[in-house]
């Protein structure tokens, strides 16, 4: 399996958000040299270019930094994190013309996910299916071993909102790790 990875576009705020909470003093220097290692603070100190890989792992140990320092070690927040940037991904063009183009509910939703998940994560297999006499989709995330549950939930609300936008209603998504190497999300009609 090839190291986890994700695209900048992604891991464009959770840099900045660090870097802004260093500059409040509600993150120390201690706070960061204790979530990454010594060679990978050129994250935090250079651009981050948004079609570029990083390495998943860097992202998720600065996930969770933000998540204790400002979410108070909430699994919502990282949910809420992920949401927002399913919104700022989805109000720019190229985004917004891709998720009209996949507009009902059921598979189309799911593969869109997928397609987008190809895009943004390296690494990890995702898959979707859809049981329309239940009105449920599964996504499911394969080769997940380095998919830790910070990115999983951040992963959580960017589906909440995905769904929710092609349903165009409220959805419920619930994720769990099966085993080490799995993620499955739910999501169901609210």
Known sequence: MASATIKGVAFQSVA????????AG????????SAIKSDEDRYLDGAIVPGLWYPLGVYCRLLDLLCRKEGNDRPEYLIERGARAAERMMSQGAYREYLTAANRWGERAGQAMVQLAKALYGGTLWSASYSGEAHTAEIVVDDASEFPSSARYAAQ?????????IEGAEVVVASHSPRADRVVYTIRRS
């Open 157 to 165: 609300g960017f589906v909440q909102v995905l769904f929710t936008r």
């Open 26 to 33: 509600v993150i120390s220097e201690a706070d960061v040299r």
């Open 16 to 23: 900045a958000d660090v870097n802004r909470l260093r500059r």
